[in-house]
Antibody
């Protein structure tokens, strides 16, 4: 079964870029049936879907939440079988636990272990 | 924008039955499947119900899901409550503009 392992720094300075990686085992990032997502959770915003990437008909697709669309990039890395999140120009409001998650048929399962990212100077 | 409204908290005694509601603010609850996730402190969410009323393997049949178009809401019902059911529960659904939306979560206390 699919397993996801997250990595990346837990501290980011304001105005800088948050970068996280999610390594996939048990399936391929190029799977035609799975979309790869980033979700965050904070006390103020609850669970918030941020975006996804998926591979279909020999092409990569990307969808992003309107709330972060101007600042977010999700990239697949086929050589390492992983995908990444970059969130630019962060502020303290971006402080949250960030999760990667696989999605099949509208269901987020499984999730990565979560990474607490704190935005502070 | 659409939202999924959940009660902030519910509590019930062991052995009893509890129902958690999830009301969609706009658009039909039946237009997209509803999923329910359980989250224990310090852990990632896990699925207890998918596609409105389906249970993943390994989830006890004490957990059930339903939707009610008349109230535009979904419900998660847990019967025969156990202390291990104490957790936060989140509903989740889909919208073509805002993609995947989560409810605010309900803290279940089994006392």
């Amino acid at each position: 079964q699919v397993q996801l392992q997250q990595s990346g720094p837990g501290l980011v300075k304001p105005s800088q870029t948050l970068s996280l990686t999610c390594a996939i085992s048990g399936d391929s990032v190029s799977s035609n049936t799975i979309a790869w997502n980033w979700i965050r959770q904070s006390p103020s915003r609850g669970l918030e879907w941020l975006g996804r990437t998926y591979y279909s008909r020999s092409k990569w697709y990307y969808d992003y939440a309107l709330s972060v669309k101007s600042r977010i990039t999700i990239n697949p890395d086929t050589s390492k079988n992983q995908f990444s999140l970059q969130l630019n120009s962060v502020t303290p409001e971006d402080t949250a636990v960030y999760y990667c998650a696989a999605m099949v048929r509208g269901l987020f399962d499984p999730w990565g272990q979560g990474t607490l990212v704190t935005v502070t100077s | 924008n659409f939202m999924l409204a959940q009660p902030h908290s519910v509590s019930e005694s062991p052995g009893k039955t509890v129902t958690i509601s999830c009301t969609r603010s706009s658009g039909s609850i039946a237009s997209s499947y509803v999923q329910w996730y359980q989250q224990r402190p310090g852990s990632a969410p896990t699925t207890v119900i998918y596609e409105d009323d389906q249970r993943p393997s390994g989830v006890p049949d004490r957990f059930s899901g339903s939707i009610d178009s008349s109230s535009n809401s979904a419900s998660l019902t847990i019967s025969g409550l156990k202390t291990e059911d104490e957790a936060d529960y989140y509903c989740q659904s889909y919208d073509s503009t805002f993609f995947w939306v989560f409810g605010g979560g309900t803290k279940l206390t089994v006392l």
